[in-house]
Nanobody, 128 residues
């Protein structure tokens, strides 16, 4: 099994910054760098949506249009950790943020069914 533990969420005013991290562990999760990692978010009453993704090496990153220019995804494979740096936060960024391990080899990284392991989520609240 794989365990993903997010941390770093909280309350921030609009225009502020937050960084969330996700630490991966587990006996069957032998090589973190083999896996594409994603961040998703789910606001109250809405469907979960893709926010950012990063290839196993960290060489390729992908961001949703709504966060381009404001969010950055990165990873430290030596620490089995992926990060999401969020700047210029807006009230509409308020959501529970989840990290996930992509376990399907084909298909779109945008879709949550591509991911087989999920963290418990961390709340990010942006006040206006």
């Amino acid at each position: 099994q794989v365990q993903l533990v997010e941390s770093g969420g909280g309350l921030v005013q609009a225009g502020g910054s937050l960084s969330v991290s996700c630490a991966a562990s587990g006996r069957t999760f032998s090589t973190f760098s083999n896996y594409f990692m994603g961040w998703f978010r789910q606001a109250g009453g809405k469907e979960r949506e893709f926010v950012a993704g990063i290839s196993g090496s960290g060489g390729s990153t992908y961001l949703a249009d709504s966060v381009k220019g404001r969010f950055t995804i990165s990873r430290d494979n030596a620490k089995n950790t992926v990060y999401l740096q969020m700047n210029s936060l807006k009230p509409e960024d308020t959501a529970v943020y989840y990290c996930a391990v992509r376990t399907r080899a084909s298909g779109s990284y945008l879709l949550d069914h591509q991911y087989g392991y999920w963290g418990q989520g961390t709340q990010v609240t942006v006040s206006s």
